[in-house]
């Protein structure tokens, strides 16, 4: 294939030109929250976008790098930050770097060994994720959180228990403040 270059905007997250753009509702997101009664009203009352993905798709083989950004709107389902779902890669020896490019969020990190770890991120936070390391970002401001990533076109993405039972951790706002609380689903996987 021949070199190629795109435009990333960095304020409104958009690729130009996207050949794969994803939008997900709070319905795509059911169960994953905390709060259901709050997750039932919301969806009944208008379904809010929750966050949009523009990657540019190349060929899924060995070698090759996919990129992507992800805008992540700005609220709260119940007391809980909009975040995205979180996922293993299908090919778990994948790493991945995110960039924050606008707005304020958190980095969630997890692996199935049960380390946790939590990154706050802002414009110019470059986060790396490790290999076997489940990941999971929430906007934890009150303006859409952009960030651009990059990892191996192979990688594919395992959501199984994650959209069961989510993190070790749930970021909810506890006094206008962003809180880590333990997550109460756990333990019952
Ligand atoms: C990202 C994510 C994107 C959306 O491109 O796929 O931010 O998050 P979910 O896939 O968890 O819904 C990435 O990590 N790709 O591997
Ligand atoms: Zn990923």
């Known amino acids: 294939m021949s070199p190629f270059a795109i435009t990333l905007?960095?304020?409104?997250?958009?690729?130009?030109?996207?050949?794969?753009?994803?939008?997900?509702?709070?319905?795509d997101m059911r169960g994953m929250y905390l709060d259901a009664a709050a997750t039932e009203k919301a969806t009944k009352k208008g379904d809010p976008l929750?966050?949009?993905?523009?990657q540019y798709d190349i060929p899924f083989?060995?070698?090759?790098?996919?990129?992507?950004?992800?805008?992540?709107?700005?609220?709260?389902?119940?007391?809980?930050?909009?975040?995205?779902?979180?996922?293993?890669?299908?090919?778990e020896d994948t790493a991945e770097v995110y960039l924050g490019l606008q707005g304020r969020g958190c980095l969630l990190l997890e692996t199935a060994g049960g380390d946790f770890e939590a990154l706050p991120v802002k414009p110019g936070t470059l986060t790396y994720i490790p290999p076997y390391w489940a990941h999971r970002m929430v906007n934890t401001g009150e303006e859409n959180f952009v960030f651009f990533g990059v990892y191996p076109a192979d990688a594919g993405h395992n959501y199984g228990d994650i959209e069961k039972t989510g993190f070790a951790k749930v970021l909810?706002?506890?006094d206008g403040q962003p809180t880590l609380v333990p997550n109460p689903k756990r333990g019952k996987r």
Not at 21 to 26: G, P, S
Not at 50 to 54: F, G, K, P, T
Not at 75 to 87: A, F, L, R
């Open 172 to 174: 909810v706002a506890k």
């Open 50 to 54: 929750l966050y949009e993905v523009y």
């Open 61 to 91: 083989e060995t070698g090759q790098l996919l990129v992507v950004t992800t805008v992540l709107q700005s609220g709260k389902v119940g007391d809980e930050y909009y975040m995205t779902k979180g996922h293993f890669h299908e090919k």
């Open 9 to 27: 905007d960095f304020q409104r997250g958009v690729l130009e030109p996207c050949n794969n753009f994803v939008q997900r509702h709070l319905s």
